[in-house]
């Protein structure tokens, strides 16, 4: 089984703007109303209409994430994940998934900072089974020293072939640890080893008590259905579940940065690898409201395209950059990382590498961005993002995680407009203001030689494709 | 109030050894025998009679420190230390101080990363005042909400104080936070500050529970008294409390460094200072057992006194430093730093200071240290141990840190033989084992102008020759 798990590590999700066109032409199907209720129990349910196609994607939120972890229990969220699917006190382990893929449908999990959420990609008329199962496994999980105890060896596993014997992964998660210094946003979210191999029973078991409850959870449900009739099952299967005391954890606020840090981690790899992480707002930690969809515009500007500045400059201008991304998320529910990682070009050093962003960097504060470019970003923004939604799983991501997080699923409607309206001094000012090197964490990743022993041990091609993506 | 903290901090300890001679003579003073003996509730108890004056130490060390916390609850060994003082169901708030000060007797306690420690020094036949006192407030502690409003606005001043207010400890705070990426040794003793303001007094009760009983608590006696009589007064007075079900707290070893870190902290200062940080091992942590004692006299022979290396070579010689000192500690309960520190001389570069300090370090790994030189330095060492071992009130502290660490008190006979065993060859191979690049983090504070407001706002200079020391 995989059950991946989801970070902020730079991904590529940005660069598929492709289909401008047809994304624009389905912008019509992304407006349809959401209908929102809430059980006596508390479990708020979203369901969104979307009747392209007789399917539907049903998925249950939970408000739990590595975010809400301390240290000596980082990954337990994700571990408890894993434990889903061993079955409860009805139904034998493994036996859930069996069943939905006997009714012809997908199923899976995955685990983020601020986030645990299960899904279900089924037939329309087939909803039935979906809540029928998370329903008895919100409330009836059996969590059992046998399969705890073979589980715990998968995960452990898990980290070893997704971070230990990958070094750009190693070397994120280093990153990550030293940017924050209080944030719980510093701990992966599969946990640290250490903390893996000594996980108890009893740590899962108040894990689940703690978090898994309907008053700790959205239910999320869009396709071709009727919000009557899933009313109707929402309040069958789950309304009968009791709510739970949940005590939020204490709040961990990221202290202030004043000043650069900078990381080497020397493991056997390939190629050298160089991260940049600037502390920046999201819409969650409440700066001024356009400032997230600013950042939100410039790392488009920045990193979004072939067309952006460091693809064109850096990797085709100077030849400096093999490869360049950006990463920033609006809706991270704390202080999070404007991200940039970069690869030099064969025969560029790291140094010129850095040297070329830092640069970049410095025109973006110095110097507005001219309205053509700031246009044309726009644009592939918005496509983006309309183009995204013409997936309905997607859809139920967007609705599910901007509840999670606190922000409410009507966020959802503001960032189209949100992002239309960033003006260039917006754009310079977000720069000036959150791209500071007193606020500025940077590492490299240094080769060793690949023949080394924890080289040899390295995983198939296979998994890097995989890694951390969902 | 004052209840110091105790840190790691780079201190001037090394530096008393000037009455060598004196310190020699007293050696015979050392040897008398420890008693031991353990109450049926787990109570922990060492007598070490000492009858040069009519005087008494009594030390209560609690198995919980700043090492024991999790991240949203840091600093809460030492809040509570601080409400230890409020009085119990028989005692009012301040009644405690009040009692010993009318005995002619001083108090006081302190807070480390491995322990809680309670003192009292009196007249020897008051000793039972003492264990009255400590043995009611073990288990009889009233924790009131109107003490805790206020005493949770003491802490949060003395760490306005003593670290936002004090560049040099901002910036070993920061430094600890990036060199320890996953150790507890991470969180400063204190705590964050967003942590102390969200205490409440249901987190003080459950610390106070979890960690204050016989069972995790060692009594020390150390003075003019007979061990039979102090059996019979810790039978009478700490006898009868009950022991508590204490669960160690989840391993955190600190994940292997495998690069160099390097940190800034910009604040408003006067002078700028270096911190060089190493990984090292310590007797707890069960390297060659020979390595912590040659650990500690490389740090003598670096940083010990007026005539170490970098004193003599980077104060005097090249006069690229105005001050150094260098700090290691065999004794922590887990992985530990080597510390060095320094501030540039007038018109000095820092890069210039850490070149200087960087081919010292490489002047270890590469040469062995002379014979005579290691003689002069270990002579220091053990007469450094031997006279601070004159003070009854030492003798107990290293009694009590020994045992609550786990390493046991009679690891204090093993010192000097230890110290007087390493070789020069021992000393090289920690250096070269230890004292590398990839296990070192660096921070740099880059003084800020002080006519900002954070410097006007800054602690009156008395308070700066306090600081986190015991």
């Given at each position: 089984?995989?059950?991946p798990?989801v970070?902020?590590?730079p991904?590529?999700?940005?660069a598929?703007?492709?289909?401008?066109?047809?994304?624009l032409?389905?912008?019509?199907?992304?407006?349809?109303?959401?209908?929102?209720?809430?059980?006596g129990?508390?479990?708020?349910?979203?369901?969104?209409?979307?009747?392209r196609a007789p399917?539907v994607?049903?998925?249950?939120?939970?408000?739990v994430?590595s975010?809400y972890?301390?240290?000596?229990?980082?990954?337990?969220?994700?571990?408890?994940?894993?434990?889903?699917?061993?079955?409860t006190e009805?139904?034998?382990?493994?036996?859930?998934?069996?069943?939905?893929?006997?009714?012809?449908?997908?199923?899976?999990?995955f685990t983020?900072?601020?986030?645990t959420?299960y899904?279900?990609?089924?037939?329309?008329?087939?909803?039935?089974?979906?809540?029928?199962?998370?329903?008895?496994?919100?409330?009836?999980?059996?969590l059992?020293?046998?399969?705890?105890?073979?589980?715990?060896?998968?995960?452990?596993?898990e980290?070893?072939?997704?971070?230990?014997d990958?070094?750009?992964?190693?070397t994120?998660?280093?990153?990550?640890?030293m940017?924050?210094?209080?944030?719980?946003?510093?701990?992966?979210?599969?946990?640290?080893?250490?903390?893996?191999?000594?996980?108890?029973l009893?740590d899962?078991?108040?894990?689940?008590?703690?978090?898994?409850?309907?008053?700790?959870?959205?239910?999320?449900?869009?396709?071709?259905?009727?919000?009557?009739?899933?009313?109707a099952?929402a309040?069958?299967?789950?309304?009968?579940l009791?709510?739970a005391?949940?005590?939020?954890?204490k709040?961990?606020?990221?202290?202030?940065?004043v000043?650069?840090r900078?990381?080497?981690?020397?493991?056997?790899?390939k190629?050298?690898?160089?991260?940049f992480?600037?502390?920046?707002p999201?819409?969650?930690?409440?700066?001024?409201?356009?400032?997230p969809?600013a950042?939100?515009?410039?790392?488009?500007i920045?990193?979004?395209d072939?067309s952006s500045r460091?693809?064109?400059?850096?990797?085709?201008?100077?030849e400096?950059?093999?490869?360049?991304?950006v990463?920033?998320?609006?809706?991270?529910?704390?202080?999070?990382?404007?991200t940039?990682?970069?690869?030099?070009?064969?025969?560029?050093?790291?140094?010129?590498?850095?040297?070329?962003v830092?640069?970049?960097v410095?025109?973006?504060?110095?110097?507005?961005v001219l309205?053509a470019?700031?246009?044309?970003?726009?644009?592939?923004v918005v496509?983006?993002d309309?183009?995204?939604?013409?997936s309905?799983?997607?859809?139920?991501?967007?609705l599910?995680r901007?509840?999670?997080?606190?922000?409410?699923?009507?966020?959802?409607d503001?960032y189209?407009p949100?992002v239309?309206?960033?003006?260039?001094?917006?754009v310079?000012?977000?720069?000036?203001?959150?791209?500071?090197?007193?606020a500025?964490?940077?590492?490299?990743?240094?080769p060793?030689?690949?023949?080394?022993?924890?080289?040899?041990?390295?995983a198939?091609?296979?998994?890097?494709?995989?890694?951390?993506?969902?």
């Amino acid at each position: 089984m995989t059950t991946p798990h989801v970070t902020t590590q730079p991904s590529a999700a940005k660069a598929a703007v492709a289909l401008l066109a047809l994304a624009l032409a389905t912008a019509a199907f992304a407006a349809p109303e959401v209908h929102e209720f809430t059980l006596g129990n508390g479990l708020k349910v979203l369901v969104k209409p979307d009747r392209r196609a007789p399917v539907v994607v049903s998925q249950v939120w939970y408000k739990v994430g590595s975010s809400y972890e301390t240290e000596g229990l980082t990954g337990i969220s994700h571990m408890l994940e894993h434990m889903m699917f061993k079955g409860t006190e009805s139904l034998g382990p493994g036996k859930f998934s069996r069943i939905v893929a006997a009714e012809g449908g997908r199923e899976n999990a995955f685990t983020g900072q601020d986030y645990t959420a299960y899904f279900q990609s089924l037939a329309s008329d087939r909803l039935e089974v979906s809540l029928r199962l998370e329903a008895d496994r919100m409330a009836n999980l059996l969590l059992r020293d046998e399969d705890f105890i073979k589980e715990r060896e998968v995960v452990t596993e898990e980290r070893r072939l997704r971070t230990e014997d990958q070094p750009e992964s190693l070397t994120y998660e280093t990153f990550q640890a030293m940017a924050y210094q209080t944030s719980p946003y510093r701990h992966p979210v599969i946990g640290w080893m250490s903390d893996i191999e000594h996980y108890s029973l009893d740590d899962l078991k108040g894990w689940y008590r703690r978090w898994y409850a309907p008053n700790n959870a959205t239910l999320v449900v869009v396709g071709d259905v009727d919000p009557p009739a899933v009313r109707a099952l929402a309040e069958r299967y789950f309304g009968p579940l009791k709510p739970a005391a949940v005590q939020s954890p204490k709040p961990r606020p990221e202290v202030e940065q004043v000043g650069l840090r900078r990381v080497v981690v020397e493991a056997p790899a390939k190629l050298p690898y160089l991260l940049f992480g600037y502390k920046a707002p999201t819409a969650a930690t409440r700066p001024e409201p356009w400032e997230p969809y600013a950042l939100d515009v410039l790392a488009a500007i920045l990193g979004g395209d072939e067309s952006s500045r460091l693809q064109s400059r850096l990797v085709r201008g100077e030849e400096v950059a093999a490869d360049v991304g950006v990463s920033y998320d609006p809706y991270d529910r704390m202080t999070t990382l404007f991200t940039i990682s970069a690869v030099p070009a064969q025969g560029r050093s790291m140094d010129d590498l850095e040297a070329g962003v830092v640069e970049e960097v410095r025109r973006l504060r110095e110097e507005p961005v001219l309205a053509a470019e700031l246009d044309k970003v726009k644009t592939q923004v918005v496509a983006a993002d309309v183009y995204q939604l013409d997936s309905v799983f997607a859809q139920a991501m967007r609705l599910g995680r901007l509840e999670t997080v606190g922000l409410g699923w009507r966020t959802a409607d503001e960032y189209v407009p949100r992002v239309r309206a960033v003006t260039p001094e917006q754009v310079q000012a977000v720069a000036r203001k959150y791209l500071r090197e007193e606020a500025l964490t940077m590492a490299r990743l240094k080769p060793l030689p690949l023949s080394s022993p924890v080289a040899r041990a390295s995983a198939p091609a296979a998994i890097e494709g995989g890694r951390h993506a969902r």
